[in-house]
């Protein structure tokens, strides 16, 4: 008969399966590990109880650090489980970059591999249990992290062009140990888990034990970061509603509406933006310099405040958050047939030029140096200008590239401006 234990991880995955959409594929992170075997046998057990009309494709995926001897027997042993249960593995190698650690390098070698593999809608599924839930907690509690942070890791995200779901983060490590007594299934130890020069190995052989000799430290850790995921949403809300009133656009701030918020919620609607543009955050230290030079800045203030990925500006009264900008190289440039897609060092270019006279197109590109100009609206004007016009920020006018035909400029064209010059046309990707 089935222990409770084993019930209520077959209802959890069975409740993640449903969630699963129609025709995707479902992807299972194998590291060969205990808590992965157990959760692919449960997917493999739960796909088998739906009708076959509604099972979705089943996959395992075994990413590869290479980090030490034994990984070769981790890729062997999941090549060998995964032929006996008939499950499609996917051994991923990849290289790790440790300048911030070896634990965060690995970790974010193999995100960046998850994600790659995912297609539009489908599932990752990952072993993450509640032991591991709390430990996340104090790891980020130790690193000074916030009310997002220390929420911990949530059940459900979106990776890439699909879902990351973890079946079972409410479940004890107890539990799933039974369920692979109960199942005989195999699984390998990796050494390094016992290495305690790792911040999480230290948390989990040290710290855990000693707080759970006093308290039910699992549990309630794992309350405290459902109740900070709460919060963390209530803030999500109210830094929602204040972009809303400051015009929707998070790369964008104007400057007056934003000081007026108190200083908490400065903070607030800058993390926030800086989480839908997919940026990283800033120190503290940093965005409360930030903060003191927008506040101390006029109208067309020049505020520039960088840290590693990302930057502030402010121009015109706005406080603009972008990834940092670079200066092209002079020396560049290359021949156009108009063509979509060519690529530049501003990007590719998402436009197809074209002369109304019909005739075929040859231009040259080349950067903006200055002093340029264009014939635009039956005259010819300083391309300086109408930049101006445009209200194209200054650090972004050299971020330009110029189509030339001969000596005479017949196109404009950035990331915030395309201009064609008499007798010429941009068109879109797909016009």
């Given at each position: 008969?089935?222990?409770?234990?084993s019930?209520?991880?077959?209802r959890?995955?069975?409740?993640?399966?449903?969630?699963?959409?129609?025709g995707?594929?479902?992807?299972?992170?194998?590291?060969?590990?205990?808590d992965s075997?157990?959760?692919?046998?449960?997917?493999?057990?739960a796909r088998?109880?739906?009708?076959?009309?509604r099972?979705?494709?089943?996959?395992?995926l075994?990413?590869?650090h290479a980090?030490?001897?034994a990984?070769?027997?981790?890729?062997?042993f999941?090549?060998?489980?995964?032929h006996?249960?008939a499950i499609?593995?996917?051994?991923?190698?990849?290289?790790?970059?440790a300048?911030?650690?070896?634990?965060a390098?690995?970790?974010?070698a193999?995100y960046a591999?998850?994600?790659?593999q995912?297609a539009?809608?489908?599932?990752l599924w990952?072993?993450?249990h509640?032991?591991?839930q709390?430990?996340t907690l104090?790891l980020?509690?130790m690193?000074?992290?916030?009310?997002a942070?220390?929420a911990?890791?949530?059940y459900q995200?979106?990776?890439?062009r699909?879902?990351?779901?973890?079946p079972?983060?409410?479940?004890g490590s107890t539990?799933i140990a039974?369920?692979?007594r109960?199942?005989?299934?195999p699984?390998r130890e990796?050494p390094?888990?016992q290495?305690?020069?790792?911040d999480?190995?230290?948390?989990r052989?040290?710290?855990?034990?000693a707080?759970?000799?006093r308290w039910?430290?699992e549990?309630?850790?794992?309350?405290?970061?459902n109740h900070?995921?709460?919060?963390?949403?209530?803030?999500g809300?109210l830094?929602?509603?204040?972009l809303?009133?400051?015009?929707h656009?998070?790369?964008?701030?104007?400057l007056v509406p934003?000081l007026?918020l108190s200083?908490?919620r400065?903070?607030l609607?800058?993390?926030s933006?800086?989480?839908?543009?997919g940026?990283p955050?800033?120190?503290?230290?940093?965005?409360e310099?930030?903060?003191d030079?927008?506040?101390?800045?006029r109208?067309?203030?020049?505020?520039?405040v960088?840290w590693?990925?990302?930057?502030?500006?402010?121009w015109r009264g706005a406080l603009?958050?972008?990834?940092?900008?670079?200066?092209m190289?002079?020396?560049?440039?290359?021949?156009?047939?108009g063509e979509v897609?060519?690529d530049t060092p501003?990007?590719?270019?998402?436009w197809?030029l074209v002369?109304e006279d019909g005739?075929p197109v040859?231009?040259?590109?080349?950067?903006?140096?200055?002093g340029?100009?264009?014939q635009?609206?039956?005259r010819?004007?300083?391309v300086?200008q109408?930049?101006q016009e445009a209200?194209?920020?200054?650090?972004r006018?050299?971020?330009?590239v110029?189509?030339?035909?001969?000596?005479?400029?017949?196109a404009l064209i950035g990331?915030?401006?395309?201009?064609?010059?008499d007798?010429?046309?941009l068109?879109r990707a797909?016009?």
């Amino acid at each position: 008969m089935p222990m409770a234990g084993s019930i209520a991880l077959e209802r959890a995955v069975d409740r993640a399966l449903g969630e699963v959409p129609a025709g995707a594929t479902l992807h299972v992170a194998l590291s060969g590990g205990r808590d992965s075997v157990v959760l692919l046998h449960l997917a493999l057990c739960a796909r088998q109880r739906l009708a076959p009309e509604r099972r979705p494709s089943l996959a395992a995926l075994h990413i590869d650090h290479a980090l030490q001897p034994a990984a070769i027997e981790f890729v062997h042993f999941c090549r060998t489980l995964c032929h006996q249960w008939a499950i499609p593995l996917r051994v991923i190698p990849v290289t790790v970059d440790a300048f911030d650690g070896l634990e965060a390098g690995a970790r974010r070698a193999r995100y960046a591999a998850f994600t790659e593999q995912l297609a539009c809608g489908d599932v990752l599924w990952m072993a993450h249990h509640r032991g591991d839930q709390a430990e996340t907690l104090l790891l980020r509690l130790m690193r000074g992290a916030g009310v997002a942070g220390l929420a911990g890791m949530p059940y459900q995200r979106s990776l890439g062009r699909g879902l990351l779901m973890r079946p079972l983060l409410a479940a004890g490590s107890t539990e799933i140990a039974d369920y692979a007594r109960q199942h005989d299934l195999p699984w390998r130890e990796d050494p390094t888990n016992q290495d305690e020069r790792f911040d999480r190995n230290h948390v989990r052989h040290r710290v855990m034990p000693a707080l759970n000799e006093r308290w039910t430290a699992e549990a309630q850790l794992v309350d405290s970061a459902n109740h900070l995921r709460e919060a963390g949403e209530l803030l999500g809300e109210l830094a929602a509603i204040d972009l809303e009133r400051l015009g929707h656009d998070p790369g964008r701030l104007p400057l007056v509406p934003l000081l007026e918020l108190s200083r908490a919620r400065q903070r607030l609607l800058i993390r926030s933006c800086l989480g839908r543009l997919g940026l990283p955050l800033p120190p503290r230290a940093r965005l409360e310099t930030l903060l003191d030079q927008c506040a101390e800045a006029r109208r067309d203030g020049r505020v520039h405040v960088g840290w590693p990925g990302a930057e502030a500006r402010v121009w015109r009264g706005a406080l603009y958050l972008q990834t940092p900008t670079d200066t092209m190289s002079g020396e560049w440039q290359c021949c156009w047939q108009g063509e979509v897609g060519l690529d530049t060092p501003v990007g590719a270019l998402y436009w197809r030029l074209v002369r109304e006279d019909g005739k075929p197109v040859s231009v040259r590109l080349k950067p903006r140096r200055g002093g340029e100009r264009l014939q635009y609206g039956g005259r010819h004007r300083r391309v300086k200008q109408l930049l101006q016009e445009a209200a194209v920020p200054p650090w972004r006018r050299d971020r330009l590239v110029i189509a030339w035909q001969g000596d005479e400029a017949v196109a404009l064209i950035g990331a915030d401006l395309a201009l064609a010059a008499d007798g010429w046309r941009l068109l879109r990707a797909g016009t």
